[in-house]
């Protein structure tokens, strides 16, 4: 099939929406010169697409009804075992849903891409499978990624599994649920924003942000290229330095991965907190909404750390403040730009692209009044940012962004390990259906300005569960230098081996 050739009408057309104005005879003349170019086309059009080769069978599976989906974790169930043996033989791993597992859908929390089926696995997919995993299916997340709650699914909220009717956190809502209420042995999550971490400190489990490009992007539906992150979440901390093992490392198809520096995770468990130079981080004790019960079970947890030998000073790091006002243009006009405008992945990048992902997601323009409320206010936000401001903070934001990594990368010169607070509070009600759009915004966004911080700098950061407060776990974030997911395992491990959370 040929490229469809626009006629000298259409090429008024789109000069018009281009800001140029043609007279009928310049569309005719310019348009009588574009042969060469569409017959190029018609050569892309004819070939088959050039994407990574599905290395493991499976079969489409099934979408679980709520009979054997009590906390509405699972979007997807389906089975794919991988090789004989490795790492990870014996495990059972969930996917986020905006993780491409060729032949299963795929709908990113949202409607407007239901009935998507990626072509192509993920590069973390087929690390995975190489290691002898079983991918068991996908979990549910929040619409687009774009909520620290878990009630802008499309699919329907997830329950946190310590309390029914209480957010499991997002955005990756459905993989902190299905670790922390023992479904699943490992999951996947996505981080933009602290989209592993609030999951992981809602549900009590262990949720690692790797360092920005450490594990390949690849096949995963992204946000904005320079704060997507995806990473291990587990019930132990064990499990979680040994997956981080098997995703980390440059694939050559994602523009995130400059020079990634790998090691061996593992070899850093139970080493002992011994040594360790931690510092408290004043600023993540003063974040908006900072509940005193939370402060002083992460002061607690901080106390542990002394007492198994790490030296624990506080630190002020006026730039963790910054770090979060940064973060929103970033977010706000990037995700316009790319997630929204640019059909899923944006332009302007070497690497793997997901062509049917373009396809199904540029549908959204036919249904916008279906996105969630969330998405919504982030698109008018960075829309307003892009055309009256004409992009000018988002340019300055990445400037910025690069003295808060400095002011970062200068505490670490003097810190292994920044220690705050993963969230201010302990997991909140779910909304219910129809609450008020000031209910449903502040449930999913009162968090961001704790997590979003570490998505700016691309520093790795980990939430640990260090406590029960009424019931509910509390996170204790850990912060290292880029590529230093070593030292947070190290004191993780140690924290974790010091005795049962949950009696904290
Ligand atoms: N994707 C994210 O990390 C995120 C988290 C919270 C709010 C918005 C986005």
Not at 230 to 245: F, S, Y
Request: glycine fraction near 12%; include cysteine; charged fraction near 20%.
């Amino acid at each position: 099939m040929a490229i469809t050739r626009p006629s000298a009408t259409q090429i008024r057309e789109l000069a018009a929406g281009l800001h140029m104005s043609l007279s009928p005879e310049e569309a005719a003349a310019y348009r009588a010169l574009m042969d060469a170019s569409f017959d190029a086309y018609d050569v892309i059009d004819a070939l088959p697409d050039y994407i990574p080769a599905v290395k493991y069978p499976r079969t489409p599976g099934h979408r679980p009804g709520p009979e054997e989906n009590p906390l509405g974790a699972w979007y997807w169930k389906s089975e794919v075992k991988g090789a004989e043996h490795g790492k990870l033989a014996g495990k059972r791993v969930v996917l986020k849903d905006n993780v491409a597992l060729a032949g299963v859908p795929m709908m990113n929390g949202a409607s407007t891409l239901e009935g998507f089926v990626p072509a192509a696995d993920a590069t973390i997919v087929t690390r995975m499978l190489d290691a002898g995993a079983t991918i068991v299916g996908k979990a549910t997340c929040e619409h687009f990624c774009l909520s620290g709650g878990s009630h802008t699914s499309d699919p329907g909220p997830v329950h946190n599994p310590h309390r029914r009717g209480y957010s499991a956190g997002g955005s990756s809502s459905g993989s902190g649920a299905l670790v922390a209420a023992g479904e699943v042995d490992l999951a996947i999550g996505g981080d933009q924003g602290g989209s592993i971490r609030i999951p992981a400190a809602y549900c009590g489990i262990v949720g690692l942000k790797p360092t920005h490009g450490l594990v390949p992007y690849t096949g995963v539906m992204p946000i904005e290229t320079t704060i997507d992150h995806t990473g291990p979440m587990t019930a132990r901390v064990a499990d979680n330095a040994l997956l981080l093992e098997v995703l980390a490392g440059p694939d050559g198809l994602d523009p995130r991965q400059y020079a990634p520096q790998v090691a061996p995770y593992t070899e850093a468990l139970g080493k002992g907190a011994k040594g360790l130079r931690i510092g408290l981080l004043t600023e993540g004790f003063a974040v908006p909404g900072m509940q005193e019960a939370v402060a002083d079970k992460v002061r607690a947890g901080a106390a542990r750390f002394e007492r198994l030998g790490a030296t624990v000073e506080e630190v002020s790091l006026p730039a963790y403040r910054l770090a979060a006002a940064v973060w929103q243009p970033i977010a706000l006009e990037g995700l316009t730009q790319q997630m929204m405008v640019g059909n899923g992945m944006g332009f302007n990048w070497k690497g793997a692209y997901d062509v049917g992902l373009f396809d199904a997601h540029a549908g959204w323009r036919g249904r916008a009044d279906d996105l969630s409320a969330t998405l919504k206010i982030s698109m008018l936000i960075g829309q307003w940012g892009l055309t009256h401001y004409r992009g000018r903070y988002y340019a300055k934001a990445q400037n910025l962004a690069r003295q808060v990594r400095t002011d970062f990368a200068d505490a670490f010169g003097r810190y292994d390990l920044l220690l705050c607070p993963t969230l201010p509070c302990t997991a909140t009600k779910l909304p219910e259906a129809g609450a008020p759009l000031e209910e449903v915004i502040a449930r999913a966004f009162e968090m961001v300005a704790s997590t979003s911080p570490m998505d700016v700098t691309g520093n790795p950061s980990l939430s640990l569960p260090c406590g029960l407060v009424d019931g509910l776990p509390v996170g204790l974030m850990l912060t290292a230098r880029d590529w230093n997911e070593s030292a947070i395992y190290q004191a993780a491990a140690a924290f974790e081996a010091d005795g049962d959370w949950r009696g904290f």
